[in-house]
């Protein structure tokens, strides 16, 4: 692996290899130890933490969260379908914010081309730009989604860091970003030009209290990202107490490990980061303990993957066309045989933008399907629609 170099072996775990259990995670795990990296033959997941918090001159307690999660997620017994998990140690920060930032791209980039997943713990949120440059230099359009209870747009020529990263992603050119999806924003966190702002470019975002009120309206949200960010602070205070920004409302631990789940099931998705969660602040190991479990939950669902993709092989579902007065076209929907999942098939010109090919069958509900029957187009389908238009 070319970006080896800038790893160094974890603080914690990278001198001996403790004594976990047997069938527990860290059992398990491939380490990168003072001997060196471990092969990567067999690997699907890679961890690997991050000790820079972009934008903060001054290090918050974030910088120190990769072996506190580390120190609670390998003592989890194993998801009950096994596959390779490596953990290749921490990038430390370089010389300057574009050294760490080079060297954190280059090995998402990397480990993406090998069909590798990237599972980033620890450090600022900041780092979600990273997360795009990836995709970025793989010629890839890419679709984000963030956990988070704000849209992180921050203010006229803000620096990068936790709190504007989004703006930096959505102003880059060229852009890769297709599409950007928030779950969980409170609304009395969010200015209203930034709520007007997603609806101008097509973007969606979906308030706190209506998904805690239907949960599985997050995963086809999920199940369309290609890579992901969750902000730690987006859960409440009494469930995570050590993050940098804890608040009384967010969403509830279990409701995070869901997520977390939804995620792991997407085909689709090719990174996932876990930011601003702060040990400093932390009681008794409750947030580390989150943390770990919300990956144990990723790292399930990953295992219960099917390749369950219509336009992987179209005969594993079952095709409907829904006539809306008004439409030239029927809206063509797709129910897999195997999972009960459905997508829609948005047309565009193939010919005119290739690189879209990805995005034009948009994961989504039977509710959508439903609606459709009453003559209604789905949000979903009208505001891809708009973007490949």
Not at 337 to 343: F, K, L, N, P
Request: aromatic residues 10%; hydrophobic residues 35%; charged residues 25%.
């Amino acid at each position: 692996m070319e970006s080896s170099i800038y790893f160094k072996p974890s603080k914690a775990f990278g001198a001996g290899r403790p004594e976990w259990l047997v069938n527990t995670v860290g059992d398990h795990v491939r380490f990168h130890t003072d001997a060196g990296m471990p092969s990567l033959d067999g690997i699907k997941v890679a961890l690997l933490g991050v000790l820079d918090d972009p934008g903060h001159a001054k290090p918050r307690g974030c910088v120190d969260a990769p072996d506190a999660i580390r120190a609670q997620l390998y003592k989890l017994y194993l998801p009950a379908n096994g596959f390779g998990i490596a953990d290749l140690g921490d990038i430390e920060p370089g010389q300057t914010a574009e050294d760490t930032r080079h060297a954190l791209t280059e090995t998402l980039a990397e480990l993406i081309r090998m069909n590798i997943v990237p599972v980033v713990i620890g450090g600022g949120q900041g780092h979600t730009f990273t997360q795009y440059l990836a995709y970025e230099k793989l010629e890839r359009t890419a679709n984000l989604v963030c956990v988070d209870g704000r849209f992180d747009l921050g203010e006229p020529d803000q620096g990068l860091s936790d709190t504007s990263y989004l703006s930096h992603i959505v102003l880059r050119r060229p852009n890769f970003l297709f599409n950007y999806s928030n779950l969980g924003f409170q609304t009395y966190l969010v200015d209203q030009p930034g709520i007007e702002l997603m609806d101008k470019l097509f973007f969606d975002a979906h308030r706190l209290g209506e998904l805690r009120a239907d949960m599985a309206e997050a995963e086809p949200v999920l199940r369309n990202a290609d890579t992901v960010s969750i902000d730690m602070s987006s859960i409440r205070r009494s469930d995570a107490p050590g993050t940098t920004r804890p608040g009384p409302n967010g969403f509830h631990g279990e409701e995070a490990c869901r997520l977390m789940r939804y995620a792991g099931t997407s085909e689709k998705v090719t990174s996932i980061g876990l930011y601003e969660m702060d040990p400093w602040r932390d009681q008794d190991h409750a947030t580390a303990q989150l943390a770990a479990q919300m990956i144990w939950y990723f790292l399930d669902g990953f295992g219960s993957r099917t390749n369950d993709l219509p336009w992987l092989d179209r005969k594993r579902f079952t095709r409907f066309h829904v006539p809306i007065r008004g439409h030239e076209q029927d809206l063509v929907f797709y129910k897999s045989t195997v999972s009960d999942r459905w997508w829609m098939d948005v047309p565009y010109r193939a010919d005119r933008e290739a690189r879209f090919d990805r995005h034009h069958l948009v994961p989504c509900a039977y509710s959508d399907y439903t609606a459709a029957c009453r003559e209604e187009v789905p949000d979903r389908w009208w505001r891809t629609f708009q973007k490949l238009a």
